[in-house]
Structure formats: C-alpha cells, structure tokens
C-alpha cells in the first residue's frame, strides 16, 4: 500500500466549492478558514533576513547559538520556564513538519499508540499514520488511555481548533500520569501568546507544570501567529536533553535543516517583544468585532479563550454552515475537519486584515 492510500483526503480540498461560491460575492470573499498571516513581517525580521542573505555555506541542524540562545531566553522571559537551556533547543522547519513527522523520527511504528485530543489539529493524526502507528484521540488521556501502550501523547493548549487553556494544575495532573509510565509529552504550544480571558496559558516546561525538571516533556513554539513568520517557516523544540539529542542526530543525516537567512529573522523575532505586542493588540480588536458579530446573528462561541479562531455553532451540521455563510461571501472552517465530535460547529479565524473583517462583520449583519 503507497504512503498516500493510508491517508485521509486532504481536507482543504472539500472547501473547494464553497471558496468558488464565497468568491463570487460582489464585494469579494472573505476566507475566514485558514489561520494564515496577512499582516506585514515585522521591519526587525526582514531587516535580519537581508542582513543574512549572503549565506553561500550550510547551515547548522542544531541552528546558531544565536538562535539557540534567543529560543532559551524567549522561554524564560514570555513564559516562565527557569530551566530553559540553549542546548536543549532546536530549530524546526516550521511547526507542522515537527508535528507531522515526529512519530517516525522517533522510530515508532505499528503497535504503538500516539494519543492526541479528541478535537484537534488534523496533523497529528497524519503523523501517527505515517509511522503506521494506532491514532487515539482522547477526551481525558489519564480516564480513557491504556498507558501500557500509548508511547506519545500530544497536548495543544491553546487548543486548535477550540481556543480551550488547559490549567497548570491540569495539566500537572497529566504530565505526573505520563511520567509515572513512562510516557513522552509532546507539548504543542503555538498559540501560547494569545491568551484572551481566564486562566493565562502555560508551558508544560514551566516549574508549576513540570516540577523544574523537563524529563519526558517537549514543547513546540511558532513563529507564525506572533511574528508573521509562517512563510518563512520557522518553529523550535525544546525540552527533554535525551529526546532533543536524539532528534537531532536523526534529523542531521535527513537533511532537516532551517535555512541559514531564516535562523538569524528566527532569533531576531524571538529577541523583539514590541512587535509581537503589536500583533496581539490587532488580533484582539478583530476578535472583538467579530465574536459580537456571530451572537447577533444566532451563534453560540464555546471555549475560544485563547488561539486564533472563534468556535461557534448555530445547533446544525457545520457543512449547513460552511454553506450559508459562502452565500454571503463569508469562508469559514467545518469543524468536522478536527474531529467527529466538531460536527455542529465551525472554526472562525482571526486572520484577515480589518477590511476584510469590517464586510464579515456587515454581512453578518
């Protein structure tokens, strides 16, 4: 059997159709579904990225110092993680590729079971059936797991595609569950900057979570939400010195390399507080408009805490949604594509410009 029978169809390709029909409103469509940036690279990136161009040599798997360092000192300023090393950094080709192929650089393989929430990004699912793997989504991995064969367990706080925070203690609570069977965390952490309201995330690496020691846990950051950066495709790990060292060593003899020019934008972009600031604050005014906006016209926001989308339901299947909404030039994300249980609501991204929100927000009207 080839690699892409074993995989589900892409799912984007399903929007198609309502992307034609959103397309055809007279004042242009506006896609809501995919959390892609439009706001500009901050100036101190693509300052950075030209400084580097010159780049005829190959760069390092395990990235710069510079970069390394600037990935520690991120962790412990934002986020609270006092045992942030720099050699227990690495850089990724974006988040996606870490999430994705994860599973098979850890040489897991039939038999073994790679857990991750029930609601979630459609990728890690794709990794464990690359590895030929057993995908099993949870609600609670501590009630429902059987520990004597779950070998990875994924956790995303802020969740995609809910917006839900799970709580330090909450998560303390797994993280003892997983550690007591021997079990690697893998922590996707890429929304963790847009906290909204209630409890404020948290890193699994922070000491309230994790004790102060990273044994067993890995935690995955982007550059995508807070610095624009998800055309340039830059992302890191860190976490467990075993795990981080291992990986490495894999990743060397496959090529898996962030370029040069991209490693020195990455490292000014975690070193620059101002601009990512900047970006909360247009996110946050988006959101605003655009929650009212969906409870004047009939929908329901569950969670949505946190993260880059609204989740929202009228009490119908997402597909009836997806579709009325396209009739109004509005594209929205089915939330089917994260799960069964998603099936009632859709995923409203935050990401487009304030034009673009104000005609969702008139439509809707």
């Not at 169809?9 to 198609?16: N, Y």
């Not at 057993?134 to 520990?147: K, S, W």
């Not at 975690?270 to 601009?275: I, K």
Request: proline residues 7%.
């Amino acid at each position: 059997m080839s690699i892409s029978a074993r995989l589900p169809v892409f799912p984007w390709d399903r929007l198609e159709p309502y992307k034609a029909a959103a397309a055809a409103h007279p004042d242009g469509a506006v896609d809501l579904s995919v959390g892609t940036p439009v706001d500009p690279v901050p100036e101190v990136v693509r300052e950075a990225l030209s400084a580097a161009a010159d780049s005829p040599g190959y760069p390092l798997t395990y990235g710069t110092a510079a970069l390394r360092s600037a990935a520690a000192d991120y962790l412990r300023t934002w986020h609270g993680v006092s045992g942030a090393d720099p050699r227990h950094v690495l850089p990724l080709i974006g988040s996606k590729e870490l999430v994705g192929w994860l599973p098979t650089l850890l040489d897991l393989r039939e038999g073994d079971v790679i857990a991750y929430p029930r609601l979630a990004y459609p990728t890690y699912e794709i990794g464990a059936l690359l590895a030929r793997a057993e995908p099993a989504p949870y609600d609670d991995p501590v009630a429902e797991l059987d520990p004597a064969r779950v070998r990875l367990l994924w956790l995303n706080s802020p969740s995609n595609p809910t917006g839900r925070v799970i709580g330090a203690a909450e998560l303390r609570r797994i993280v003892a569950w997983a550690r007591e069977h021997g079990i690697l965390v893998a922590s996707d952490e890429c929304y963790i900057e847009l906290g909204w309201e209630g409890e404020a995330p948290v890193s699994v690496l922070h000491p309230d979570v994790c004790g102060g020691s990273h044994d067993g846990l890995v935690a995955v950051h982007s550059l995508s939400k807070r610095s624009n950066f998800a055309g340039y495709r830059g992302a890191f790990l860190a976490g467990d010195p075993g795990v981080v060292a291992e990986l490495l060593a894999v990743r060397k003899h496959a090529g898996m390399i962030v370029p040069q020019p991209v490693q020195a934008a990455m490292a000014a972009a975690l070193g620059d507080r101002a601009h990512a600031v900047e970006q909360k604050a247009r996110y946050a005014h988006r959101r605003t408009l655009l929650r009212a906006a969906l409870e004047a016209a009939g929908f329901r926001i569950e969670h949505s805490e946190a993260s880059l989308y609204l989740w929202a339901t009228r009490g119908e299947n997402c597909w009836e949604t997806v579709a009325d909404l396209s009739k109004h030039g509005i594209l929205v994300a089915p939330g089917e594509f994260y799960g069964p249980t998603g099936a009632d609501f859709v995923r409203v991204a935050l990401t487009a410009t304030d034009e673009r929100i104000e005609a969702a927000v008139g439509r809707l009207a």
